[in-house]
């Protein structure tokens, strides 16, 4: 299975702010994604971050908000943008091995908080 | 929009004794998934289940696919403190899967 590093583990950050996640995989992969855990919730898809080409956006959640890139096959950013105390979540990346399997990995997770 | 649905929300069950949860969804589905997070930390995958594919196995874990009634369900047995922990279904189509709002497990001892 594929294994996942985020980075940083965790961040306080000021309301207005930017924060950029950044998540390695240490194999290529074909498909990439960005989760929010809010607290004490389930997990929401953000977006599938697609390499070489503009990251596919789920309801409610826009580019501007959340800039996403993916430079390479084991690579991707996400940056949440003029942060408020509602951005406060955990931000999980996550992976879809290439081939056939459907099995997809996560990473340990980014916990925000903004104050 | 969340796909899947968990019930129960939350089960307290004694060490030793079977755990089972219960995973609905809506639309037609390729896989589904289900992982387990610990208070606080990453999602660990525990098991796939195919469209095609009606139980699978895999240590103390079952989990079963009823695709006529869009339900799966995850049976851990012998319970342990250590399965003390939340679990998600995601079910997949295309690439993407989607998450339940999971089951809260806690094992008394």
């Known amino acids: 299975s594929a294994v996942i590093s985020q980075k940083p583990s965790r961040d306080i950050c000021q309301r207005g702010t930017s924060l950029t996640i950044q998540c390695q995989v240490d194999?290529?992969?074909?498909?990439m994604f960005w989760y929010r855990q809010q607290p004490g919730q389930s997990l929401t898809l953000i977006a599938t971050?697609?390499?070489?080409?503009?990251?596919?956006?789920e309801s409610g959640f826009v580019i501007d908000k959340f800039p996403i890139s993916r430079p390479n096959l084991t690579f991707s950013t996400l940056t949440v943008s003029n942060m408020s105390p509602e951005d406060s979540s955990i931000y999980l990346c996550s992976a879809h091995e290439t081939g056939n399997s459907y099995e997809q990995y996560f990473g340990p997770g980014t916990r925000l908080t903004v104050t | 929009s969340q796909q899947g649905e968990e019930d129960p929300q939350a089960l307290s069950i004694q060490e030793g004794e079977n755990a089972t949860m219960n995973c609905s969804y809506k639309t037609s589905i390729n896989n589904l998934q289900w992982y387990r997070q610990n208070s606080g930390r990453g999602l660990v995958h525990l098991i796939l289940i195919r469209s095609n594919e009606r139980e699978k196995h895999s240590g103390r874990l079952r989990v079963t696919l009823d695709t006529s009634k869009k339900s799966s369900s995850l049976l851990i047995t012998a319970s342990r403190a250590a399965d003390t922990a939340s679990y998600f279904c995601?079910?997949?189509?295309?690439?993407?899967?989607?998450f339940g709002k999971g089951t809260r497990l806690h094992i008394l001892p």
């Open positions: 194999s290529q992969v074909t498909m």
């Open positions: 995601a079910t997949g189509w295309g690439d993407k899967i989607i």
């Open positions: 971050a697609n390499q070489g080409s503009e990251a596919t956006y």
